[in-house]
């Protein structure tokens, strides 16, 4: 979560995983259904007895493209979901609800997947249902399971897999990738057509796979994962509905951004379906994958569903969510991150930013920190620990942003008499990242309101 290094050990527990198998093994539309051996159209049902943890033949075939679902057979073109810390919304260690249907065993130390999310279709931030991540019936549950049982191409990334899949290298350890590497979570799945899904995650350690065929040895279930208790922080997961030219610009971002894979293993790079390689122009992103970018030329891209996508390059060593302000014009922001130190406060404007890149031509706005705020009466506490999401929305009247990153503000502003100093690439300044921009007055708001309490202060 942050570049301090690896923590303590973790006291390990058994391990298992259970391959969403049923539904390919019957031949049953899988982006219907989820892909999943999970109980139809009911999460609070109660669990029912694991499926075989057999991995069966890829399908020959795929039911069509990749889709971003708020529930099985409901589709959209994006939706948002900000998922609790334990420390705001704790959850029960005896919920009816818990299940890990795609492998692990639940944890029982703090937790909770209590959420709010949006989509296209339903704007205002809205109390999920179920716990998410744990069924057909919620949106990360129903989108992850179609991926993970729907036998497509697919690239995913963490800077955090802890060990499983192992990442060797420069910054890399048992735990973690360190900078310059992104600070990117997530997982993109295409068809045979090029049409697909993107998912971002702020979690570390989820996902580690992206196939019931190939499973993780450590599971792949929100919540069941013995090496890092990625559902005690509080976490956000957007997934986004992408045409082939769309896919195709993710990956250029995913690359330019310097996100931690491994194109060589199959369990979270497949590059063939059945002995059919990936198309010719998407395999030859996929495979430049998996390296530190030293290209410093940040990305601004509008995908086909207008959403915008920002991409910061680790080679651009400047304070990232002050980044964000300048390419979005100078747009001022509110931001709750994981905020630990090295700590980013609140930033009036340019004046008080000293690490900065003469390619940004527009200077940032006011860029404010959020430290708390609350949901329907709940404290909720922004800062390391409690908060591992990244989300920003914008300032200026009438305009209804909301933002969705990989970057935490943490790094350095820089000093006055020394700036763009050795220090300026500390931290978060010194890693690349994604920023998906959303122009939605409903998701703006509900964030907006959930993000209002205190604020960092700013440099004296």
Known sequence: ???????????RRARTHHPAAVATRLGLPLAAIGGLSLLAGNPMAPPSPPPSPTPVAAPAAQPGAPLAPLAAGKPVEWWFAYKFSASSFPGADNDPARRCPFGGQERHDAYSQRYVFASNLQQDLTDG?????TSNGDPLGATFGAIFGGGYYYVTWNDQFYNDPPRTGAACDKTQCGKPWGH?????????????VLLQVTTPSWPGSGSSQRPRADGNTL???????NASNA???????LDRDDVKTVLRALARASVSTDINNPQIVNRRIGGTATPADIDSLVGALGNVSTDKTYMDERLSNGVRMIVKPSA???PPWQFVSSVMGGEPLRTATWWAYPKIVSTRSAADVHC???SLGTPPGEVDVATSGSWKGTKVAFTGGPNHAKVGVSLAAGHHLAIFGDLNQQGQLGQAGAPNGDSCDSSQNG???MFFVVDSQGLSEGLTSLMSGDTAPYPN
């Open 129 to 133: 249902p179920g716990l998410i991540g």
């Open 356 to 358: 900065w890149d003469a």
């Open 1 to 11: 979560m942050t570049d301090a290094g690896p923590p303590p050990p973790r006291p």
């Open 223 to 229: 919540g069941c994962i013995s090496d890092d208790n």
């Open 235 to 241: 976490q956000d997961f957007f997934a986004l509905k």
């Open 316 to 318: 651009l060593h400047v």
């Open 431 to 433: 890693r690349g990242g």
């Open 184 to 196: 990117s979570k997530g997982i993109l799945a295409w068809d045979v057509t090029g049409a697909g």
